[in-house]
């Protein structure tokens, strides 16, 4: 089996790579993101350490942090932003090496996929036989946030600018999926890097 990242900027075009790898080629994913929001659920490994260190105002009424709530004060300083990384990346971490582990040992399928926009920052990379960057213009990023996700400019400029920018992708990652084009052309580039 073998355990490939898939990385890139928000609107990128991780998900469809995933999708894509999940339904032709039979990769097992490994989505960080639910991974990361389960464990933020009340009585999951992270929520006591989140609501310790942003406080009760980022719960909801049912005592559940608010994701929006939460978003807003980590995408407008930097320094919370890593403070919320600090306490769920390692828990996150730890989540996926189990998951990859189990996956190796029953052998049931070929790749094993890690989609996140942070790979570097939260060491996944580490995990992976190769990392695969998802590289698509800034402009077209943009107009796939606003058009699928509702986002403002506000709000996109807020996420870009705390995220990896694209020479740090390029200088960390040799695979690389140009995708502006059509799905034809995406799954196409995936068969390239599937060949090596």
């Known amino acids: 089996m073998k355990t490939i990242g898939i990385t890139g900027g928000i609107g990128s075009g991780k998900s469809l790579v995933a999708d894509i ?61 890593l403070m919320l990384n600090s306490l769920t990346h390692p828990n996150v971490l730890h989540e996926v090496q189990r998951e990859i582990a189990i996956k190796k040992e029953s052998k049931a399928v070929p790749y094993c996929i890690i989609e996140t926009a942070l790979m ?40 870009f600018d705390s995220q990896s920018k694209e020479e740090d992708f390029f200088k960390n990652f040799t695979c690389v999926i140009y995708n502006n084009g059509d799905i034809d052309h995406l799954e196409q580039e995936i068969d390239k890097l599937l060949r090596g």
């Open 21 to 81: 790898m999940i339904k032709k080629h039979k990769a097992y994913l490994i989505d960080t993101d639910r991974i990361a929001k389960e464990q933020m659920m009340p009585g999951g490994i992270s929520y006591m350490g989140v609501v310790s260190y942003f406080g009760q105002d980022i719960l909801d009424g049912e005592g559940v942090i608010d994701k929006d709530k939460l978003s807003k004060i980590v995408f407008s300083d930097k320094e919370k932003l």
């Open 120 to 159: 570097i920052e939260s060491g996944y990379d580490f995990l992976c036989d190769e990392v695969w960057y998802v590289h698509s213009s800034q402009e077209t990023r943009r107009q796939r946030l606003k058009k699928h996700r509702g986002y403002t400019d506000e709000k996109i400029d807020a996420i």
